[in-house]
C-alpha cells in the first residue's frame, strides 16, 4: 500500500505524541504520586453520621506509629476542623460526605481528594516539614463553599 511521504511524517509525528503524553502521564504517575479518585470503597451516607467510624471522625495512631485520619466534609465545614498529626509518619486520610459534593485538598502537598456523598476517598502521605497546612474543600457545593476549610497541625516527629 503506497502512503504519501508527508502523510507518513504525520503518522508518525501522532505516534510520537501518543508516546510522549503516555509516558508524561506515567512519570507523574510514579515520581508525583499522582492518581486518579479510584478508591471504591462504599458507605451509606444517610447513617453514616449515626454510628461507625465517620460518626466519631478523628485521629488514630496505630500501634506501628501510622496514623489514620477520619473525616467528614460537610455543610460547610471539615470534621474534625483541626487536626494535628506527626511529621515523618504516614498519615492517612479517610474522608466522606453526608451530603453533596465536596472536596479535600491539602495545600502543599499532593493529597488532593474529590469526597462523594457513598464513597470513602482515601490518600496516604507523609509530611517532612512540621507546620500548619491549609485545607480546603475545591468542590463547589453551595453557599458557603468558600468558607469551608480546615487545618492540618503537623508537629515535629518523635
Ligand atoms: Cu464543600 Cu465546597
Known amino acids: 500500500m503506497h502512503v504519501d511521504r508527508y502523510e507518513r511524517y504525520w503518522m508518525w509525528a501522532a505516534i510520537g505524541m501518543l508516546v510522549l503524553f503516555t509516558g508524561a502521564i506515567v512519570i507523574t ?5 499522582a492518581h486518579p479518585p479510584s478508591h ?25 506509629g501510622r496514623v489514620t485520619v477520619s473525616l467528614r466534609a460537610e455543610f460547610y465545614v471539615f470534621r474534625p476542623e483541626h487536626v494535628r498529626v506527626p511529621a515523618g509518619v504516614p498519615v492517612t486520610f479517610r474522608i466522606t460526605s453526608p451530603d453533596v459534593l465536596h472536596g479535600f485538598q491539602i495545600v502543599g502537598t499532593n493529597v488532593n481528594l474529590t469526597v462523594a456523598p457513598g464513597y470513602v476517598s482515601q490518600a496516604t502521605t507523609t ?14 457545593c453551595g453557599l458557603g463553599h468558600h468558607l469551608m476549610q480546615g487545618a492540618i497541625v503537623v508537629e515535629p516527629g518523635r
Request: some cysteine.
Open 29 to 33: 504517575a510514579v515520581t508525583g504520586a
Open 40 to 64: 471504591t470503597e462504599v458507605i451509606d451516607p444517610e447513617t453514616l453520621t449515626v454510628a461507625g467510624e465517620f460518626a466519631t471522625p478523628g485521629v488514630t495512631t496505630h500501634e506501628d
Open 127 to 140: 509530611f517532612d516539614t512540621p507546620g500548619e497546612y491549609l485545607v480546603v474543600c475545591n468542590e463547589y
